[in-house]
């Protein structure tokens, strides 16, 4: 095997891993190994190395759902701890760069196809403009991407945990809701695959009604089914991602355009082109025009995180 380098896309219940070669955007080996199999970050690097079955490459970069700029790294939503000093000392990286997971995500978008996106109403892109990822996944993440002489900026950030804003009574409910069991309600809360069971456990609540539901996917499978409950759960899910995405989208000034990532929504695709997403999206008052005329796409790649990755390792514009 030639020289490769080894990218990552750490989540909170998986951890994907390849092979690509510098400079190249080919991934080689894919695998997802579940966190929860494994210890700790290190012991799911040797089990990956072992299955593909060869030596642990020199230069990697890896991406994680949780702040990155210091040097210990905390999963927000699995157990794992680490030292970025100590993993790059115990494989003898030569070069190792550990970024945000929608950093990568939007280092990403640049190595995807047309084909892999599916635009949600309507609206444009301005080219030499931000651009805006978010989404909904086993948390929330937001990260931008903004364009410069050579290389796409990325700028990163914990958009996911600031403060939900109610936006009519049914959301006040939820507020005071969510506020007895999590005390601080951020956006992550409700916008993330338990937020979405705890959405459909509290409108169960307000109505009178018996949930049956118990899992996130049992959620989204019941409302495609057309469950009357599940469905007002997952279509009001959606309008709180469109009134989200709107504010995002205003503060970035994302009119390159909105990019909806993670693994709930491509799921749901025909119930997001059918829900008040994009009406939220540009309720925003005399600025309504101006989110109303930015595209917003659901990107059904598999595999974004670890093309971010392969961008990150050889970006200037991103540090280790």
Partial sequence: MSRMALVGDIGGTNARFALVTPGEFELHHIEALPAEEYPTLSDALRAYIEKVGCKMPKEACLAFACPTHEDEIKMTNNPWVLSKKALKEEFAFETFKAINDFTAQALGLPHIGSDDLHQV???????????????????????????????????????????????D??????????????????????????GLLDLYTALAEFDGLTPTCTTPPEVTEAAKQGDPLALNAVLRFCRILGHTTGDVALTLGARGGVYLVGGILPRLLDILDDSDFRIAFADKGRMGG??????????????????GAAEALYNEEVST
């Avoid at 506020?179 to 809360?189: G, I, L, P, Q």
């Avoid at 101006?290 to 093309?307: C, D, E, N, P, R």
């Fill in 121 to 167: 109403g309507k609206g444009g892109s301005a080219e030499g403009c931000a651009r805006l990822v978010i989404g909904p996944g086993t948390g929330l993440g937001v990260a931008g991407l903004a364009p410069s002489q050579r290389y796409w900026i990325p700028l990163t950030g914990e958009g996911g945990h600031a403060s939900f804003a109610p936006t």
């Fill in 169 to 194: 009574d049914i959301e006040m409910k939820l507020l005071a809701w969510f506020r007895a069991r999590y005390d601080r309600v951020s956006v992550e809360r409700m916008l993330c695959g338990q």
């Fill in 290 to 307: 101006y989110t109303a005329g930015i595209a917003t796409w659901v990107v059904t790649a598999k595999w974004t995180g670890l093309l």
